[in-house]
C-alpha cells in the first residue's frame, strides 16, 4: 500500500486543478500543431514545477522523488508532450549543471531554466548510436582554455528551441565508454551549432525532436561538466530517477486512455445497453484498471526506496518495464473500446495510442531493461523480491 503525505496528496491535487484547467484544453491543439508549446512550458516554470528536485537556493522547491513522480504522471495524464518537455527540463536537461557546474554556470543557466526561461535539453543520442553509447562518435578536442566539439546529435527533445543543451562527447579516440565527457553548449552564443534536420513523429508531436549539428563548436574549460571521463557514470547516477519518472508518465497516460475509455464505454449504446454492460467490454476496463493499479504501485515504491537512499537499479528497471507496456497495452485497449471512433481525431484516444510508443525508447528500451533485469538474477535461490 501506497501512504502519500498529507503534503503530497495536496500537491497532487494542485498539479491536477493546473493540468484539467490549462492543460487538457489545450492538449489536443498543441498536438495537431506539432509544435512546442511555449506558453504552456512558461506556465509550469511559473508555478516552480520544473525545480521540485533542486534546492530552494536555485529557485527549487527540495521535494522527494515521490513529489516529482506526482508532477510527472498528473502533466502527463494531460498532455504527454508537455510532460516529455517538461521532464527533460527538470532533470537531464538541467541536472549535470547543477551537479557538476561551477556556482557561476548554476546562476547563468541553471536558475533560468527552472524559472522556464530557458529551454534545457540533453543531447547524447547519434545516428548510429542509440543503446550502444560506446559507439558514439562525436569529438571533444582541447583548444587553448576550453574545447571544439564536433559530430552530429539526433533525437533531441526540444532541439528547435533549445537554448542550452549538455552535450555527450569522446575526448579521445580511443572506442568504449570510459572516455565520454559532457559539456554545456549554449547554443545562443556559440558558433558551430545548428539545428539539423527536424524529426517529424508521430508520438508526443508537439515535443519537437530534431538534430544538432555540432561544427568545430568552441566552448570555454568551465563548460566541461565533470571531468574529462566518467559521462556515462554520472548519467548513471540519475538513471534510476529517469526511469521511475518515465514509469510516472506512463501511469497518468495510461490513466487518461482508461478514463475516456470508461467514459465513452457508459455513453455508447449498442445492441440496447451501454457497451460497459457487455461483458467483454467491462472485462477490458477491469484489466486495464488492474494492470495500471500495478503499474502505480511499482512506481511509486520504487520512488519511495530511492527517497529512502536506497540503490534500485533493477527495481527502477522493473518499474518502467511494467508501467510503459502498460501504457502501451492499455492506450490500444481503449481505442478497441472506442472502435471506429478510435482512429478520429474529435478523440483523444488515437493521441494516447500514438503518445504511448514514446515512453519506450528513453531510459532504456523494454529489451535492454530486460538485460539489466536479468543481470545477476537470483531466481535460483528464490530470491525474487527485494
Ligand atoms: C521522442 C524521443 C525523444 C528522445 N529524446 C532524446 C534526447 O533528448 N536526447 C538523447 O540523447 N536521446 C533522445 N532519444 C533517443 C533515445 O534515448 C534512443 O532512441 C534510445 O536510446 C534507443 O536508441 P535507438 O533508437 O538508436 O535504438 P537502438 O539502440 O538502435 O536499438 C534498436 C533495437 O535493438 C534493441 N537492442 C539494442 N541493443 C540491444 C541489446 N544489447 N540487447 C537486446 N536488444 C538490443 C533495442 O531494444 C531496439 O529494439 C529520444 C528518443 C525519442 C523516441
Sequence with gaps: ?????????????????????????????????????????????????????????????????????????????????????????????????????????????????????????????????????????????????????????????????ADVLTVGAKTSAERGLKNIALFLVDRRSTAGVTLGKKIPKMAVRASETGEIVLDGAFVPAEHLLGGETGGVEKIGTILSEIRVMTAALSVGLARAAYQAALEYARARVAFGKPIVEHQAIGFKLADMLASIHAALLLTYQTAAQIDAGRTVTREAAIAKLIASETAVKVTDEACRIFASYGLADEYAAQRYFRDARFLLPGGGTSEILRVVIGRDLDLARGRVLS
Excluded at 518537455?85 to 548554476?106: N, P
Design 1 to 161: 500500500m501506497i501512504q502519500f503525505t498529507s503534503e503530497q496528496e495536496e500537491f497532487r491535487r494542485s498539479v491536477a486543478r493546473f493540468v484539467d484547467a490549462e492543460v487538457v484544453p489545450e492538449a489536443q491543439a498543441i498536438d495537431e500543431r506539432a509544435e512546442f508549446p511555449l506558453d504552456l512550458f512558461r506556465r509550469v516554470g511559473e508555478l516552480g514545477y520544473f525545480g521540485l528536485r533542486y534546492p530552494e537556493a536555485y529557485g527549487g522547491a527540495d521535494a522527494d522523488t515521490v513529489t516529482y513522480c506526482l508532477f510527472a504522471e498528473e502533466l502527463a495524464r494531460g498532455s504527454l508532450s508537455l510532460a516529455a518537455a517538461a521532464a527533460m527540463q527538470s532533470l537531464m536537461g538541467t541536472y549535470f549543471i547543477y551537479k557538476h557546474g561551477s556556482e557561476d554556470l548554476r546562476r547563468r543557466y541553471l536558475v533560468p531554466a527552472l524559472r522556464g526561461e530557458l529551454v534545457a535539453t540533453f543531447a547524447l543520442t547519434e545516428p548510429n548510436a542509440g543503446s550502444d553509447l560506446a559507439s558514439i562518435s562525436a569529438r571533444a578536442e582541447r583548444r587553448g582554455d576550453g574545447w571544439v566539439l564536433s559530430g552530429t546529435k539526433t533525437w533531441v527533445t526540444n532541439a528547435p528551441v
